[in-house]
Structure formats: structure tokens, C-alpha cells
Nanobody, 122 residues
Framework: VQLVESGGGVVQPGGSLRLSCVTSGFTWGDVAIGWFRQAPGKVRESVSCISGNGGLTDYSDSVKGRFVITRDNLLKNRVYLQMNSLKPEDTAAYYC???????????????WGQGTQVTVSS
């Protein structure tokens, strides 16, 4: 199983970024995908997650209404996190993870990518 994130970068407050998580090594509809983030000195926190068939999604209160998670069910190997109206407090390393259980708990996810850095700064 492999997950590779991309799409991070430096953006001004109010800007947008789209993160991608390209996956391989498992049956597409069998696993949930979660996005998590970790800022320096802080614990890893859930950002969003999506169920195996894409029918269920969840967002943390801090990103609800600004971020959107989607699965590409045509290519069947990637998940996107569209991030709009970015704030300085969104600055963190962002990770995608795969697990058999649809949950916001990072401990439930078995496989993780290497992360991509998002910096929101003027």
C-alpha cells in the first residue's frame, strides 16, 4: 500500500490549494481515506475523511465550509482536498491515510503518506 500526497505550497490568506493523494496497493472501494494535519509542536488532528464509496464525508469544525474532500471514482486511485479561504492557522504538514474503518481517529488508519507542507502567510 502506498499513498503519495502533493499540492502543498505557500499561499496568502484567503487563497486556495488543492491537495492530491494518489493511492495504490488496495481495492479502491474497500478503504476510507482521511486527511490529517500536524503543525509544529501540536498533535496530529483530523481534517476530513471520506468513506470507501464516497457516500460519507466528515470535516473538523475548523475547516467545515472551507474544505471539500472528494474521491476520483473514475481513476479509482486518488482523493482530493480542496482548501479554500485559507487562514494562517491552516499552516501544517498535511497527510493522507487509508484504513478499513471510516473514522476521524488517526489511530485507526493503517497506512500513511509522507505528507505535504501547506504554509499560509502574507
Amino acid at each position: 500500500v502506498q499513498l503519495v500526497e502533493s499540492g502543498g505550497g505557500v499561499v496568502q490568506p484567503g487563497g486556495s490549494l488543492r491537495l492530491s493523494c494518489v493511492t495504490s496497493g488496495f481495492t479502491w472501494g474497500d478503504v476510507a481515506i482521511g486527511w490529517f494535519r500536524q503543525a509544529p509542536g501540536k498533535v496530529r488532528e483530523s481534517v476530513s475523511c471520506i468513506s470507501g464509496n464516497g457516500g460519507l464525508t466528515d470535516y473538523s469544525d475548523s475547516v467545515k465550509g472551507r474544505f471539500v474532500i472528494t474521491r476520483d471514482n473514475l481513476l479509482k486511485n486518488r482523493v482530493y482536498l480542496q482548501m479554500n479561504s485559507l487562514k494562517p492557522e491552516d499552516t501544517a504538514a498535511y497527510y493522507c491515510a487509508a484504513g478499513v474503518k471510516y473514522t476521524v481517529q488517526p489511530s485507526a488508519y493503517e497506512f500513511w503518506g509522507q505528507g505535504t507542507q501547506v504554509t499560509v502567510s502574507s
